[in-house]
């Protein structure tokens, strides 16, 4: 429901995307936490023309998800413990600080992938997940 909050949704998904060995519940997680937080960012601040952009394609044998927004993006301090479990930027009672480090766990242990994030404040974050093939 992206749209209903005024935030453009962009996606880009490379043709003939291999299969793999994931577990698809654990990896919608993922990514429900990803947009989520890229909503929550956006609504923050209020970004002129807001929007979140999915995106998949294959590198190096393999699968790469990429969740980017032009939000406020993360100072370096925040980028630094953002997988931390129970650290949050959020206020009291809108957030529990677990989401992006059970998002790491289920990305680096379940799966065997990475999780990086690419920030830059005042220009968005970028969330990049590479998962084996």
Do not use: W
């Not at 577990?23 to 929550?40: D, G, H, I, T």
């Amino acid at each position: 429901n992206a749209e209903q909050h005024g935030i453009q949704l962009i996606t880009e998904f490379s043709d003939n995307l291999p299969a793999i060995n994931a577990s698809a519940p654990e990896l919608q997680q993922v990514l429900l936490n990803l947009l989520r937080n890229a909503k929550q960012a956006l609504q923050s601040q209020e970004t002129p023309n807001p929007f979140i952009c999915v995106r998949a394609y294959t590198e190096d044998n393999k699968l790469v998800i990429e969740v980017q927004d032009n939000g406020p993006g993360m100072t370096d301090t925040v980028h630094q413990h953002i997988f931390e479990p129970f650290f949050t930027t959020k206020e009291v009672g809108s957030g529990t600080g677990l989401g992006l480090s059970v998002s790491y766990f289920i990305i680096t242990e379940r799966h065997q992938g990475t999780i990086d994030v690419k920030t830059t404040p005042g220009k968005g974050s970028n969330f990049i997940i590479k998962l084996p093939i």
